[in-house]
Nanobody, 122 residues
């Protein structure tokens, strides 16, 4: 089970920190990722990292602004979002992969949280 939190309304240029709490199987056994879906669009990949954080992945649109991290002892994954833009407005979902390394593809992830809404005003 995955529960995302931290989404809210923020001004452009601001920062937000999203958290995802995982329960169930040991978190270090699988990759975790963040996806987002804006109204009227398909869900898109944002960031992910492997079971012990040795490999990270970022969408080009967030590279240099977002940082994904995890604390396996706490079973949490965090997405630090800086220099937010209006185009970052979306519902953000955390997801758990089927494999240790994961990746950027939607099909690699089998468990999904309900999402948390991020709104960036201009």
């Amino acid at each position: 089970q995955l529960q995302a939190s931290g989404g809210e309304l923020v001004q452009a240029g601001g920062s937000l920190r999203l958290s995802c709490a995982a329960s169930g199987r040991p978190s270090s056994n699988y990759a975790m990722g963040w996806f987002r879906q804006a109204r009227g669009t398909e869900r898109e990949f944002v960031a992910a990292l492997s079971g012990s954080s040795e490999t990270t992945y970022y969408a080009d649109s967030v590279k240099g602004r977002f940082t994904v991290s995890r604390d396996n002892a706490q079973n949490t994954v965090t997405l630090q979002m800086n220099s937010l833009k209006p185009e970052d407005t979306a519902r953000y979902y955390c997801a758990a992969a089927r494999t240790y390394f994961g990746g950027t593809l939607y099909s690699l992830y089998e468990y999904w949280g309900q999402g948390t809404l991020v709104t960036v005003s201009s």
